[in-house]
């Protein structure tokens, strides 16, 4: 299985960014896809998943969307208004948990390499 993340980069705060996660090797439509971030010093961070529904943590919600394309094998992570307070290097994520809300990075079983976002003030 390999999940590719690219899109990430420097942006203005304010400004937009799409993150783009390729998955290959396993039954995407099978598959929740999540997105988390890490910042510098922190933990991994929830960002949002989709598979049966679409659920964002607060933080993001609002401002980013997430969206699949089943033909693809691909999953996006449109962010807009961002902040300072985004910057981290975003991962993308597959997994089949059980339960509705999986939010915890052990839940899920397969990770991109991760994507460097940079909103500057």
């Known amino acids: 299985v390999q999940l590719q993340a690219s899109g990430g980069g420097l942006v203005q705060a304010g400004g937009s960014l799409r993150l783009s996660c390729t998955a290959s090797g396993l039954t995407f439509r099978t598959y929740r896809m999540a997105w988390f971030r890490q910042a510098p010093g922190k933990e991994r961070e929830f960002v949002g998943f989709?598979?049966?529904?679409?659920y964002y943590s607060d933080a993001v919600k609002g401002r980013f969307t997430i969206s699949r394309d089943y033909a693809k094998n691909a999953v996006y992570l449109q962010m807009n208004s961002l902040k300072p307070e985004d910057t981290a290097v975003y991962y993308c994520a597959a997994g089949r948990p059980i339960t509705s809300t999986a939010m915890m990075p052990n839940q899920y079983e397969y990770w991109g390499q991760g994507t460097q976002v940079t909103v500057s003030s």
């Open positions: 989709s598979g049966g529904s679409t």
